[in-house]
Each structure stands twice: as C-alpha cells, then as structure tokens.
C-alpha cells in the first residue's frame, strides 16, 4: 500500500514540476476571464508550494521504509532532492506574486494587461481582445501596446471599442470582433 502512495506522490511531484517548467502558468489554461485566471493562479501557485513541501517530506520518510534496488533508491532519492530544490525555488517565487506590478482589467470583450514599472508612475498597457470559446474558456489577441501611459480607459461607441490614453485610440469595430475571434 505505500508503494501505491509513493506512487501517486511521485506522480503528482512530476505534473506540478512540469507546470514549473512551461513558460505559461497552470499549464496555459486560460478559463473564464483574465481576472479570475489571475487570481487562481496565485492561488495554485500556493498550493502547489505546499503540495511540493508536504510530497518531499513524504518522499523522504518513504522511500527508506520501500525496499527498492540501491540503483532505484538512489534515483528516487535523487528525485526527493529535485522536490526539495523545486520547493525552495518556488518559496523564493512567492515573492513575486506578493506585488501589484500588474494589473488586469475587462471592459466587454476588451482585456487591458496594466504592468507598472518600477521607480516610474507610468505603466506599460497591453490591450487585447478576449474571444470566448466552448465551456467557458477563452482566447487572447494582442490589439495595440502602449508604453509610458498614465491611465487608461476603455468604452463602446458608433458600434467600436475605443482605448482612451493621451488621446483616442480605436481599437475594434463590433462587426470585426467575429471575424477576428474566429
């Protein structure tokens, strides 16, 4: 029966090291709006620091007690070490989510991505244009980028989507938001 358990850890260690590994978070799901995906992401990321910690502790109280080959404890104690090594990187990460360097916001299917640099009071703003896809998820299409921008705001007007910075950018005609999402 611990075999089975060890099993499932190593499995698990394997799945959560890999989403560390892809450049896009949580495996680059993208469900709901951008808002609600930046929020559970932090949240995953926090579990999946806690899930490593409690899977390294487990790995090494139970492959001592597993009798192996000497060659698989040492490849499983091998890979109790990269548990521990992922744990201590993602701890050190942690740090990043704690910052409000970005910020997300939707207005109809307009998306705007705020980053705020550092030492500066202007922001860099991304624009995009969220498309909705079957069982809730979505798409995103870079519109327009805006750098060293105070604020931005975004409104509907003469049936278009229209970005106002230090002056009035439009982004999409409503009859276009189809055929581009498409």
């Known amino acids: 029966m611990s075999r089975l358990f060890l099993y499932i850890a190593l499995l698990i260690a394997a799945a959560l090291t890999l989403d560390s590994l892809i450049s896009v978070p949580m495996y680059g799901l993208q ?6 995906m930046a929020q559970a992401i932090t949240v995953f990321n926090v579990t999946k620091l806690l899930l490593m910690a409690v899977i390294t502790g487990y790995l090494w109280w139970a492959i001592p007690k597993c009798e192996f080959s000497p060659l698989m404890t040492m490849a499983l104690q091998f890979f109790m070490l990269l548990c521990a090594v992922h744990t201590l990187v993602l701890l050190v990460g942690r740090q990043n989510l704690l910052n409000d360097e970005q910020s997300i916001h939707s207005v109809g299917p307009i998306a705007v ?4 640099e550092q030492d500066s009071r202007v922001s860099n703003h991304v624009v995009y244009l969220r498309c909705q896809r079957p069982l809730g998820f979505y798409s995103l299409h870079e519109l327009l980028y805006l750098p060293n921008q105070n604020a931005v705001s975004v409104s509907s007007k003469q049936g278009g989507w229209y970005l106002y910075a230090d002056r009035e950018y439009k982004l999409i005609d409503d009859s276009a938001i189809t055929t581009t999402c498409n």
């Not at 469900?31 to 609600?36: A, D, G, K, N």
Request: proline letters at 10%; a negative charge.
């Open 31 to 36: 469900w709901h709006s951008p808002e609600w």
């Open 113 to 116: 991505v705020t980053v705020n």
